[in-house]
């Protein structure tokens, strides 16, 4: 259950088996089913969340009613609302697990404390923050500087696989377009090939 934790966290820093105990202990494994709500928005977000496996839609409701998916967490990677969570300030995220799913949950008060008992682990959470960061940065910049088209090739590139599994509907939220507009960039790619 934690190897695929161990896997990714390795990546930033070194930990033995028994700093990584340590460092695991707080964690809850979760089951969410499909369309289980894991944050809503106004809801204060306590956790973060390590994807095991399943697919969450972390979205948002725009002015206009409509809802706008910021990304898709899948196996491997960190479920948050982070403004709330560090912030103390109502979610304006939705967190929904699009199929069945397992994460790994620690809470706020359980991250913090690992901060003072394992000084590496600020540095883990650091590190991942500012991965984030690049990440959402190229993610604004691809939704304000890229047609949809380069968008959609992006997700194909970014999700391999997942497409398949998601309705055109959220495929399309994520690209900020109708489902209309989606189906036609599908056919002129497709007939591109």
Same mark, same amino acid.
């Given at each position: 259950?934690?190897?695929?934790?161990?896997?990714?966290?390795?990546?930033?820093?070194?930990?033995?088996?028994?700093?990584?105990?340590?460092?695991?202990?707080?964690?809850?494994?979760?089951?969410?089913?499909?369309?289980?709500?894991?944050?809503?928005?106004?809801?204060?977000?306590?956790?973060?969340?390590?994807?095991?496996?399943?697919?969450?839609?972390?979205?948002?409701?725009?002015?206009?009613?409509?809802?706008?998916?910021?990304?898709?967490?899948?196996?491997?990677?960190?479920?948050?609302? /982070?403004? =709330? *969570?560090?912030?103390?300030?109502?979610?304006?995220?939705? +967190? @929904?697990? $699009?199929?069945?799913?397992?994460? %790994?949950?620690?809470?706020?008060?359980?991250?913090?404390?690992?901060?003072?008992?394992?000084?590496?682990?600020?540095?883990?959470?650091?590190?991942?923050?500012?991965?984030?960061?690049?990440?959402?940065?190229?993610? /604004?910049? =691809? *939704?304000?500087?890229?047609?949809?088209?380069?968008?959609? +090739? @992006?997700? $194909?590139?970014?999700?391999?696989? %997942?497409?398949?599994?998601?309705?055109?509907?959220?495929?399309?939220?994520?690209?900020?377009?109708?489902?209309?507009?989606?189906?036609?960039?599908?056919?002129?790619?497709?007939?591109?090939?």
């Amino acid at each position: 259950m934690f190897s695929l934790l161990y896997k990714n966290i390795s990546r930033y820093i070194d930990l033995s088996e028994e700093e990584f105990k340590q460092f695991s202990a707080p964690f809850q494994l979760r089951s969410f089913k499909k369309k289980e709500v894991v944050l809503k928005e106004g809801d204060y977000c306590l956790f973060e969340g390590f994807v095991l496996n399943g697919c969450f839609k972390i979205y948002y409701l725009n002015e206009n009613g409509f809802e706008q998916t910021l990304y898709f967490a899948v196996e491997g990677w960190w479920i948050t609302d /982070i403004d =709330s *969570l560090l912030n103390d300030v109502p979610s304006i995220l939705n +967190i @929904e697990a $699009l199929m069945d799913s397992e994460v %790994l949950m620690i809470s706020k008060k359980d991250k913090e404390a690992l901060y003072e008992t394992m000084p590496q682990i600020e540095k883990l959470f650091r590190i991942m923050n500012q991965r984030s960061s690049v990440a959402l940065q190229r993610r /604004i910049l =691809s *939704l304000t500087g890229k047609t949809a088209d380069k968008r959609y +090739i @992006e997700f $194909l590139e970014k999700y391999p696989g %997942l497409e398949q599994k998601l309705t055109q509907q959220q495929v399309a939220s994520y690209l900020g377009i109708t489902h209309e507009f989606l189906s036609k960039i599908r056919k002129r790619i497709s007939l591109e090939k």
